[in-house]
């Protein structure tokens, strides 16, 4: 299979590139350091990167960014910076790789445990993780070609933690590992419209 991994330099990118890479072939996509250079958040990066890289049988989102802060401060600039960073910009990866994916392939987008388990100064990252849930769910029934899309919804990864300990008090983190896992379950899997939640 030919899998497209954007994000995949990530803690969590790294970690299913490493699952993939020995059975499939695997194109690295993100702004730097990769295969293929990506910025998500521009529709012409977008399609300049499919045009590039041709057909693929799967597509693999491991990235994309959300305004973490207090919802009594927060403006409408600063949420929309995770409208466009983590929302937009996954919908447009499939709306724009329609085309450029082979009969029966995939999609597998990512969300995040703060959409189901709330955090404080959360409320902007949870919106746009329920929005792609809600999207696949419904993408999911209107998928020419047998064309599968899912997403993954991880709790904060362990190799995470150090970055993220204070905003998820209390939180049992998991391994990038598992997280991984669901990524391959939805690629090589058949199900479809799945939200798959390591938590
Ligand atoms: N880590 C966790 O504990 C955790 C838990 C739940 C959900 N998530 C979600 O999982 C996703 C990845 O998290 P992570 O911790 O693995 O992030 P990370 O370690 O910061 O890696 C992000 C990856 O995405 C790429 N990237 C960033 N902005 C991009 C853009 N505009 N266009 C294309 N590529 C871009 C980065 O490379 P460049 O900088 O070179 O572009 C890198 O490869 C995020 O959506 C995050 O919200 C993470």
Redesign the pocket.
Known sequence: MKILV????????KAVVAKLEKEHTVIT??????DVT????SVASIQKMYEEIGKIDALAV?????YFGPLETMTPEENKQSID??LA?QMNLVLLGLNHLNDGGSFTL?T??MMDDPIKQGAS?AMVNGGIRAFVKSAAIEMPRSIRINSVS????QE?WDK?ADFFVGFNPVPVEKVAQAFVKSILGGQTGQNYEVY
């Open positions: 954007v994000g995949a330099t990530g803690t969590i990118g996509a993100s702004r730097k350091n990769a990506l910025d998500m958040t491991a990235a994309g960014s959300a960073g983590k910009g990512i995040g445990i990252a991880p709790n904060v990864v995470s993220f």
